[in-house]
């Protein structure tokens, strides 16, 4: 699976955009690019996912590059709730489905 | 809603003790796993299983076994338990399928003290 890079933290004020980014140079044709998010001291929780097309659901909408080789996760209005590590994961669509978390990103959401 | 509840939120044992975690889903997911999470770390993968009684070893799985012996149900066992193994406890489930790929859902995890 491949490995995929994200900053350590961001801020994002309350009611804005959050842009979470994530590279995956190394992403395979077949790979996927999925994004979790753990709130503190719960169990991580799954955002959404993509192959090549950019994705929206009723939590954040995925934005992937045409090369595939990064994405980057919205959260159109955050809230305080949001803070959180959010973690971008590449996982290949057939195999044990296991995933490989890195350290993530923690977003502190401010007012 | 899928659900994912562990035996205990918070255990203390003692060293040498044998330690019993225990997941249960109620969505007949095929996949489940077993992850511990340390600050620095991550999420590491112990052990996981995509059957009944079938398993396969994870990332880390020196010091832990587990057992399947129904599909709604995966527990993590730590035969003699050291202090190395003080850690939150993560259990998640997912679907099985080549059609595409699938969430894992996770439980609120069990955090462990070996003393």
């Known amino acids: 699976d491949a490995k995929t890079t994200q900053p350590p933290s961001m801020d994002c004020a309350e009611g804005r955009a959050a842009n979470l980014p994530c590279n995956h140079s190394t992403i395979s044709g077949n790979e996927y690019v999925y994004w979790y998010r753990q709130i503190h001291s719960q169990g991580p929780q799954y955002i959404i996912h993509g192959l090549k097309n950019n994705e929206t659901n009723e939590m954040a909408s995925l934005i992937i590059t045409e090369d595939r080789k990064s994405s980057t996760l919205i959260l159109p209005h955050a809230t305080l709730r949001d803070t959180a590590v959010y973690y971008c994961i590449v996982r290949a669509e057939f195999g044990t489905g296991k995933l490989i978390f890195g350290q993530g990103t923690t977003l502190q959401v401010k007012p | 809603d899928v659900k994912v509840t562990q035996s205990s939120r918070y255990l203390v044992k003692r060293t040498g003790e044998k330690v019993f975690l225990e997941c249960v889903q109620d969505m007949d997911h095929e996949n489940m796993f077993w992850y511990r999470q340390d600050p620095g770390l991550g999420l590491r993968l112990i052990y996981f299983?995509?059957?009944?009684?079938?398993?396969e070893k994870g990332d880390i799985p020196e010091g832990y076994s587990v057992s399947r012996e129904k599909k709604e149900r995966f527990s993590l066992i730590l035969e003699s338990a050291s202090t190395n193994q003080t850690s939150m406890y993560l259990c998640a489930s997912s679907l099985i399928g080549l059609a595409g790929a699938h969430e894992q859902y996770f439980g609120p995890g069990t955090r462990l003290t070996v003393t």
């Open positions: 299983s995509y059957d009944v009684k079938m398993k």
